[in-house]
Protein backbone atom coordinates (compact mmCIF):
# COMPACT_ATOMS: atom_id res chain seq x y z
CA UNK A 1 0.00 0.00 0.00
CA UNK A 2 1.25 3.30 -0.90
CA UNK A 3 0.38 6.50 1.01
CA UNK A 4 0.03 9.84 -1.02
CA UNK A 5 -0.23 13.39 0.66
CA UNK A 6 -0.43 16.43 -1.40
CA UNK A 7 0.09 19.91 0.10
CA UNK A 8 0.62 23.58 -1.36
CA UNK A 9 -2.23 24.53 -2.85
CA UNK A 10 -4.03 27.95 -2.80
CA UNK A 11 -4.97 31.37 -4.03
CA UNK A 12 -2.55 33.17 -6.79
CA UNK A 13 -3.34 35.87 -9.19
CA UNK A 14 -3.24 35.26 -13.04
CA UNK A 15 0.49 34.97 -13.95
CA UNK A 16 1.34 34.16 -10.66
CA UNK A 17 3.54 30.85 -9.70
CA UNK A 18 2.70 28.19 -7.22
CA UNK A 19 4.86 24.86 -6.16
CA UNK A 20 2.76 22.32 -5.10
CA UNK A 21 4.02 18.93 -2.93
CA UNK A 22 3.53 15.25 -2.70
CA UNK A 23 5.13 13.16 -0.11
CA UNK A 24 5.09 9.21 -0.77
CA UNK A 25 4.86 6.39 1.83
CA UNK A 26 4.57 2.85 2.79
CA UNK A 27 6.49 1.09 -0.08
CA UNK A 28 9.52 0.72 -1.94
CA UNK A 29 9.00 3.08 -4.97
CA UNK A 30 11.66 2.97 -6.67
CA UNK A 31 9.76 1.43 -9.84
CA UNK A 32 7.35 3.64 -9.74
CA UNK A 33 6.14 6.36 -12.02
CA UNK A 34 4.64 9.23 -10.30
CA UNK A 35 1.78 11.84 -12.13
CA UNK A 36 0.39 15.03 -11.51
CA UNK A 37 -3.21 15.32 -12.41
CA UNK A 38 -5.79 17.91 -11.91
CA UNK A 39 -9.60 17.40 -11.78
CA UNK A 40 -12.14 21.01 -12.02
CA UNK A 41 -15.21 21.23 -10.98
CA UNK A 42 -17.54 19.40 -13.98
CA UNK A 43 -14.92 18.22 -15.98
CA UNK A 44 -12.79 14.60 -16.03
CA UNK A 45 -9.73 13.88 -14.72
CA UNK A 46 -6.67 15.20 -16.57
CA UNK A 47 -3.23 14.10 -17.19
CA UNK A 48 -0.47 17.15 -16.50
CA UNK A 49 2.80 15.52 -15.92
CA UNK A 50 4.89 12.24 -14.28
CA UNK A 51 8.19 11.44 -13.64
CA UNK A 52 9.91 8.24 -12.83
CA UNK A 53 11.23 7.33 -9.65
CA UNK A 54 14.25 5.45 -11.40
CA UNK A 55 15.73 7.65 -13.87
CA UNK A 56 13.79 10.43 -13.90
CA UNK A 57 12.30 11.00 -16.47
CA UNK A 58 9.69 12.94 -17.39
CA UNK A 59 6.90 13.77 -19.75
CA UNK A 60 4.37 16.47 -19.61
CA UNK A 61 0.78 17.55 -21.09
CA UNK A 62 1.40 19.85 -24.15
CA UNK A 63 -0.56 22.34 -22.87
CA UNK A 64 1.46 22.16 -19.77
CA UNK A 65 4.86 21.98 -21.65
CA UNK A 66 7.35 25.04 -20.38
CA UNK A 67 4.93 26.29 -17.75
CA UNK A 68 4.98 23.14 -15.20
CA UNK A 69 7.77 21.48 -14.11
CA UNK A 70 7.81 18.27 -12.52
CA UNK A 71 10.71 17.14 -10.30
CA UNK A 72 11.33 14.80 -7.42
CA UNK A 73 13.31 14.13 -4.19
CA UNK A 74 13.99 10.60 -3.74
CA UNK A 75 15.61 10.74 -0.33
CA UNK A 76 12.49 12.50 0.77
CA UNK A 77 10.24 10.60 -1.36
CA UNK A 78 8.43 13.90 -2.69
CA UNK A 79 7.25 14.90 -5.63
CA UNK A 80 6.89 18.41 -6.82
CA UNK A 81 4.78 20.45 -9.39
CA UNK A 82 6.60 24.16 -10.04
CA UNK A 83 3.56 25.77 -11.71
CA UNK A 84 4.36 29.13 -13.44
CA UNK A 85 2.43 31.96 -15.52
CA UNK A 86 -0.83 30.60 -14.19
CA UNK A 87 -4.02 30.93 -16.15
CA UNK A 88 -7.56 30.99 -14.32
CA UNK A 89 -8.10 27.61 -16.69
CA UNK A 90 -5.49 26.05 -14.09
CA UNK A 91 -8.08 26.35 -11.54
CA UNK A 92 -8.68 22.88 -10.29
CA UNK A 93 -8.11 20.14 -7.93
CA UNK A 94 -4.34 18.95 -8.23
CA UNK A 95 -3.77 15.43 -7.16
CA UNK A 96 -0.81 13.24 -7.14
CA UNK A 97 -1.05 9.47 -8.55
CA UNK A 98 1.54 6.72 -8.11
CA UNK A 99 1.86 4.04 -10.86
CA UNK A 100 3.35 0.66 -9.91
CA UNK A 101 4.50 -0.49 -13.20
CA UNK A 102 6.52 2.69 -14.14
CA UNK A 103 4.51 3.07 -17.47
CA UNK A 104 2.47 5.91 -16.58
CA UNK A 105 -0.93 3.86 -17.39
CA UNK A 106 -1.84 2.14 -13.91
CA UNK A 107 -1.92 4.93 -11.50
CA UNK A 108 -3.64 2.94 -8.57
CA UNK A 109 -2.92 5.24 -5.45
CA UNK A 110 -4.42 8.87 -5.53
CA UNK A 111 -3.96 11.45 -2.88
CA UNK A 112 -6.57 13.75 -1.28
CA UNK A 113 -5.92 16.27 -3.63
CA UNK A 114 -5.01 20.06 -3.22
CA UNK A 115 -6.97 23.20 -4.38
CA UNK A 116 -5.15 25.64 -6.88
CA UNK A 117 -7.42 28.77 -7.66
CA UNK A 118 -6.31 31.08 -9.88
CA UNK A 119 -7.97 34.54 -9.73
CA UNK A 120 -8.21 36.82 -13.03
Known amino acids: QVQLAESGGGLVQAGGSLRVSCVAS????????MGWFRQAPGKEREFVAA????????NYADSMKGRFTISSDNVKNMVYLQMNSLKPEDTAVYLC?????????????WGQGTQVTVSS
Open 97 to 109: GADPTGRGRGYVY
Open 26 to 33: GRTLSSYR
Open 51 to 58: ISWSNSST
